[in-house]
C-alpha cells in the first residue's frame, strides 16, 4: 500500500473543508431540516417505534400548525395569549438591559462592585432562578407583573458580566492615552471603555434575549396568565402533543426575532468588528 505524502493529504484534507465550506447556507439548513423530518416520520407515523402521546408525528404538528396559523392570523384567542407574550418579553427584556448594564458599569468600573457586589451577584445567579416564580407571583400576583420580574431577572446577569467585560477589554496602553489626555473617568468611560466593550456587550444581549423568552414562558406556565405559556400548559395537560409542539414553534419564532433584532443592531453599532461573528451568523 503506497502511503500519501504528508503534502497530498493535507491537499485532500483543504479540498475536503473548501467543498464543506462553499455550501449555501440555505442549502445547508433545508438539508438539515429534512433529514431530521426524515428520522422524526419513520420514528413516529412510519414505524411506531416512538407513542404518538410522547412525540407526534411531521404531519399530526404540521395540522396543528395549520390551525394555530389560521387562529393567529384571524384574531382569535391565541393572538391574545401571543400577545400578552410579547408584551411580557418586550417589557422584561428592557428592564433586565436597565439594570444589567448599571450593575455592569458599577462592577467594571468601581472597586466597591468589584469586590462587594460581583459575589453577590454570582451567588445570585448560581440559584435556581425557576425556584423564584412563587415568590414573585405571591409578591406581585398572578398578572403579567410577576413574569416580567422573573423573565428580567432570568435575562440580567448576562448582561451585567459581559458589560463588565467589555470595560475590562480597553488596553492599558489605550487607558494611559486618554489619561494623558486629560480625559476625565467619564469622558474615558463613554469615550473608549464603551465603544471597545460593545462587542462583549451585545454578546451579554443575545444571550439575554434568550434567557428572557425562556423566563416569561416559564413564568406563563408555572404562573397562570393568558400567554402562550398558559396555552402550552393546558395542551400539556390535555396530552395534547401536536398542539404543544405547534406552540412551541411559533415561540420560538418570537424568540428569533429578538435575537436576531440584537444582532441585527450589531452588525450596525459594531460594524468594525468581525472576530464575533463567526462565519457571518450572527
Keep these: 500500500m503506497t ?90 427584556f428592557l428592564i433586565a438591559i436597565a439594570i444589567g448594564f448599571s450593575l455592569g458599569v458599577l462592577v467594571g468600573e468601581t472597586k466597591f462592585g468589584e469586590r462587594a457586589v460581583m459575589p453577590y451577584l454570582v451567588a445570585i445567579d448560581t440559584m435556581p432562578k ?29 448582561i451585567v458580566v459581559s458589560t463588565a467585560a467589555g470595560l475590562y477589554s480597553a488596553s492599558e496602553n489605550e487607558r494611559m492615552l486618554f489619561k494623558s489626555m486629560g480625559a476625565s473617568r467619564l469622558q474615558t468611560l463613554i469615550r473608549l471603555k464603551l465603544p471597545t466593550g460593545l462587542p ?39 396530552m395534547d402533543t401536536p398542539r404543544v409542539f405547534a406552540l412551541i414553534l411559533y415561540l420560538s419564532l418570537l424568540g428569533l426575532a429578538l435575537f436576531f433584532t440584537v444582532a441585527w443592531m450589531q452588525k450596525r453599532l459594531v460594524f468594525w468588528n468581525k472576530a464575533d461573528r463567526p462565519g457571518g451568523v450572527v
Design 3 to 92: 502511503d500519501i505524502p504528508d503534502s497530498a493529504a493535507d491537499t485532500v484534507w483543504v479540498e475536503r473543508e473548501a467543498f464543506i465550506d462553499v455550501i449555501p447556507r440555505w442549502v445547508a439548513m433545508l438539508a438539515l431540516a429534512v433529514i431530521v423530518i426524515a428520522i422524526w416520520d419513520l420514528a413516529t407515523a412510519r414505524m411506531g417505534w416512538v407513542s404518538p402521546i410522547i412525540l407526534p408525528s411531521p404531519i399530526e404538528t404540521l395540522a396543528d400548525l395549520i390551525f394555530v396559523g389560521k387562529n393567529l392570523l384571524t384574531g382569535g384567542y391565541m393572538l391574545d395569549a401571543l400577545w400578552t407574550t410579547t408584551r411580557t418579553v418586550f417589557w422584561a
Design 130 to 158: 425557576v425556584a423564584f416564580a412563587p415568590l414573585f407571583i405571591a409578591w406581585l400576583g398572578f398578572d403579567i407583573a410577576s413574569k416580567v420580574a422573573l423573565a428580567a431577572f432570568i435575562a440580567t446577569f448576562p
Design 200 to 238: 462583549h456587550i451585545f454578546t451579554g444581549l443575545k444571550i439575554a434575549a434568550v434567557g428572557v423568552m425562556a423566563g416569561a414562558i416559564t413564568g406563563e406556565f408555572l404562573g397562570g396568565g393568558q400567554g402562550f405559556g398558559a396555552l402550552i400548559r393546558q395542551s400539556a395537560s390535555q
